[in-house]
Nanobody, 128 residues
């Protein structure tokens, strides 16, 4: 079981920035992918950003050039830097980390529909 703890969410005006953190534990060290996902009220959980064990990154089109995913293997932490936030970015943000052979593209697309281990999430609210 992978334990995940997200933090860094909050309320911000459109155009502002936030940096989310996800600390995970109980994690295997090889062949792993991590990602950020979000769920807005009335919508399905969707992929936001992912990186895989080969260091490949993938972003949802809606956040490309605004969000950046990164990770620190020494502290088992995954970050999501979010710039130029928009109203439609309002959602509960969750992270995931899995030992998987899926590359970043597949992980971003398929992981939202897999129950697996999820953190409690951190709420991001963007206002005008």
């Amino acid at each position: 079981q992978v334990l995940l703890l997200e933090s860094g969410g909050g309320s911000v005006q459109a155009g502002g920035s936030l940096r989310l953190s996800c600390k995970f534990a109980g994690f295997p060290k090889d062949s792993w992918s991590t990602g950020w996902f979000r769920k807005a009220p009335g919508k399905e959980r969707e992929g936001v950003a992912a990186n895989d064990s080969d260091g490949r990154l993938r972003y949802a089109d809606s956040v490309k050039d605004r969000f950046t995913i990164s990770r620190d293997s020494t502290t088992n932490t995954v970050y999501l830097q979010m710039n130029n936030l928009k109203l439609e970015d309002t959602a509960m943000y969750l992270c995931a980390a899995d030992r998987t052979t899926m590359g970043a593209v597949e992980y971003l697309r398929l992981r939202p529909s897999i129950e697996g281990d999820w953190g409690r999430g951190t709420q991001v609210t963007v206002s005008s």
